[in-house]
């Protein structure tokens, strides 16, 4: 009976170790004697691809006699990084490789074991998506430049390429990672000139993500120059658009401002009807008498209208009223 609980317990002991652990598998160990006895692990900024000269050491660990190996997922980001496995030649020899390599994506949410193999570091299985989509994509660039360099595609044929990346890739970083690999070839700013808009658009979502500025710097960098025309294209839009409202807000205000003036100074509801006509035979240059003698009036009676059509009117004399209506 204590040896069942000690078993189960020994059990769920070795299933929590595994829990905790990101990275495990194997390395081939044939040649032992040549290569070191520690596995290290690093993070790699996206700007050194292809050949990590910034890669920043975050751990190592033993490798055991059978080859096992493994990393604890504290070691790692909450989000998805581009990390290196390696493990150092003992001694370096003449053309020979200082280091056995394997770069993936992953994340302390994810997992990734290496399976027994032939080679150094053999297939690996992982639980991040976003490394299963760069394996395509690994896939497909490497038909794809193999046709190049056979001239089976021209050089300017990028559209497989671009459309690969545009069309068939969801995650940000893998996307940027295909971008990449384009500049790496020189080929990117052939496809930038010709897909501008697509390029601008990247950016801008690239902009909006959690992924760091750092990462897509060079892309930034190159449409630096598209950008800015943008910019000045929407200014110089925006200018002859709000040139054209004013021109328009001037000539609705004179064509409904203007005429509404002139008739509230020329039929003022304000005046009777005979402060009117007074008002008309002062326009026209009648003196008092002569309007008292055309309207049958007396000149007491001019003048009191003429002092209630300067009130209405907000005017002092005859001569402010000719002004106003010449004005």
Known sequence: MIRKVFLVALFFNCLGLWAQQAISGYVNRADASSWETTIHLSKISLNTLPNYEQSTLIASSKIAADGFFSFDKKVLSN????????????????????????????????????KKGNSFFAKYETTNIADAEWQQLRNFESKFYTQLQDNKVTRGTLNPMRSYTKDSLQILLVKLLGIKQLENKALLDTDIDANPSYYIALLRELKASDLPASEYQFLERRLAFLTQDVVEEKYALSRWINLVLGILLVGLLFVFMIPKRRKRLTNNPDLSKQERAIQELILSGKTNKEIAAALFISVSTVKTHITHIYTKLNVGNRQELLRRFQN
């Open 79 to 114: 989000t998805n990084q581009i990390y290196l496995l390696h493990v150092n030649r003992i001694q370096r020899l003449q053309k020979e490789r200082a280091q056995h390599k394997q770069l993936f994506i992953l994340s302390a949410k994810d997992t990734i074991h290496f």
